[in-house]
């Protein structure tokens, strides 16, 4: 199990850390939302959950909640600059489908 920040993703996050002195790291998860099913929710963490699986990379901690773990284990977060606009970005190996406007994925066990 596993996920992975870019070198660039990493630094973004080092940087919101820095500047929020209660975040312990990154949570990362999904929510059911849009046409496909889920969609990735990205926040500071501000407290290590009982369900949580932390990673650990180059001190900055990734906490997963045990729900959103399946849809999202093996993803490499990244942060890309998009025309104006700056956003994390993700190649999730369990994203079986994207909805047209990139909202929102679905796995394959949900497709069977």
């Known amino acids: 199990m ?5 070198p660039t993703a990493h630094a973004r996050v080092r940087r919101f ?10 949570r990362f998860g999904v929510k059911r939302t849009g046409c496909s099913g889920w969609g990735y ?10 369900d949580d699986t932390v990673f650990e990379q180059d001190g900055v901690a990734i906490h997963v909640d045990a729900a959103s773990l399946p849809l999202v284990d093996g993803t490499e977060i990244d942060f890309a600059k998009k025309g104006l606009g700056e956003e994390f970005v993700f190649r ?9 406007c990139g909202e929102s994925f679905t ?6």
């Open 2 to 6: 596993s996920i992975l920040l870019t």
């Open 41 to 50: 929710v990205v926040d500071m963490a501000r407290e290590r959950r009982p």
């Open 107 to 112: 796995t394959d066990a949900e497709r069977a």
């Open 17 to 26: 850390m820095e500047a929020d002195a209660s975040a312990l790291g990154l």
């Open 92 to 100: 999730n190996p369990n994203m079986a489908a994207e909805c047209g």
